[in-house]
């Protein structure tokens, strides 16, 4: 047993928990789906780990083991490196949850029983046998991805039934509770959040935190945040699959429901506007016989799909049960009549865009069914401020103005987030996006559109992704905008530097769509 070679291993091994790192970040952002992360990484093979099991191997089979052992030093020394680069530059970092940290100890069980095997093997040929395999999985680290999560998948299920279970015993413990589901294509995070700060007015309300909208985010916050005090409970629910809404509701049993909208989003999964339909209104069907079940009558979707049903619809359209009239806007938000009944409530809010008002009259519908009074509405919506990077006003370079729309990931939601930008009259306006994901077929129309949309609008428009952007690119061509100011960054920090060269006091910049990292080629 050379002495060297069995070095070798053990630096191989250190390569493998930092190489694991980018690999299982990807699994996270790609929601522990194997089929996401294999598309993912049919974009973004790991060509540095492959090349180092080729030498690694060759320096085997040649005897030279001395040379072998100074390459693996090399190689942890880059993946150290680039492990910290990777996660300082990501857009959204890998975040050690326990399942993330049951999938290190797995590549961890891995390399330690391999290399053991190795070592209690001595000369014989099992024992090489044991040093190929540990060589493999140490270098091609997706290879470990895989193994472990098949490995912790079953302890994954049984901690995820536990849970489920035991926030199902404390949702029964609340006989008084108010839940409230709420999903929609788009909308539901900022509907979520008005709703909840309306309803403070008078109950002691409780909704699920940023966007935890899966079952298991759903489970987390019922067993940490509902306290004895609790009166509602505001649940977000998402959905990229049919039955997805399903699971939420048999988790918490909704008492009442918002729909947002229904639209093209996650067509990957879903494959049709229909069976998005389906899916969204799973939670309207959970909801028990006495509650009730507000819908946007100003999404096309659903308005043309709800005819004849008994829905609470609230929107623009004055027919609706609750409608919002007289909207007019300004650069620091919009005022409106808020119609519901035979009452009239005049409301104004810091919140940008006809969407904002849309979610405010849904929130404030369900909040006045509630028994909210018409003055705490009031006081409620003027006092609302924008949803954390949900068309969210900062200040950015040299004084320039910033509007953060960097969670929306809509097709209706984006063209609004530019429509919102053209109304800053008298300022250069300025555009970064990458465009917008998983609208299947319809993807290249929808970033079509988006391109039409900024053409119009903007003076400066700045896409992130060369193969990403080249639908908005295509639609920018075809009109009079000026080329020379239009741009395409490679990653959103070069998108950032290019805008700094025209940031001053009388720029605003759209941030629209800030999208992970595995999305980004």
Known sequence: MNHFFTVSLILLMLCGVFNITRQLQMLQQNSYFPSRYTKWLKTNIPFFQFLLYFTVSVLWCAGLYTLQAAVCSAALILSVYYCF????????????????????????????????????????????????????????????????????????????????????????????????????????????????????????????????????????????????????????????????????????????????????QHLETFKTVDNIFKTKFELADAVKDKGKVFVNGDSTEIKNRIQGKDFFVYGTDPAAAAAAENISYTRYGCEFDLRIGEEKLHLTSKLLGRHSIINITGAAALAYSLGVSAEEIRFAVASLKPTEHRLEIKKSYNGSLLIDDAYNANPEGSLEAVRVLGSF???????????????????????????????????????????????????VNTTDFDKKNMFVAASFREAMDIYSRFADSNTVLLIENDLPDNYLY
């Open 425 to 475: 009259d008298g300022m250069k306006k300025v555009i970064i996006t990458p465009g917008l994901v998983e609208l299947g077929d319809r993807e290249y129309e929808c970033n079509f559109d988006l391109g039409l949309e900024t053409a119009r609008e903007c003076d400066i428009i700045i896409f992130v992704g060369e193969k990403r952007s080249k639908p908005m690119t295509d639609a």
């Open 85 to 264: 680069k990777n996660q300082k530059e990501s857009i959204k970092k890998l975040v050690f949850t326990g399942r993330v940290k049951r999938q290190f100890a797995a590549a961890a069980a891995v390399y330690i029983i391999l290399f053991i095997l190795y070592i209690a093997a001595g000369d014989a040929l099992w024992g090489k046998i044991c040093a190929a395999a540990l060589i493999l999985v140490c270098t091609v680290t997706p290879i470990t991805v895989y193994i472990c999560y098949a490995v912790t998948l079953p302890v994954e299920k049984m901690f995820a039934a536990y849970f489920i279970n035991d926030a199902k015993r404390i949702l029964k413990s609340y006989s008084n509770l108010k839940v409230i589901g709420i999903t929609g294509s788009y909308g539901k995070t900022t509907t979520k959040f008005i709703l909840t700060r309306i309803l403070s007015e008078k109950y002691n309300t409780v909704c699920t935190p940023q966007s935890f909208n899966t079952p298991m985010g759903i489970v987390r916050t019922v067993r940490e945040n509902l306290k004895p005090q609790t009166q509602v409970f505001v649940c977000e629910m998402g959905a990229k699959n049919t039955g997805d809404i399903k699971e939420i509701c048999d988790i918490v049993s909704p008492d009442y429901a918002i729909i947002t909208s229904v639209g093209p």
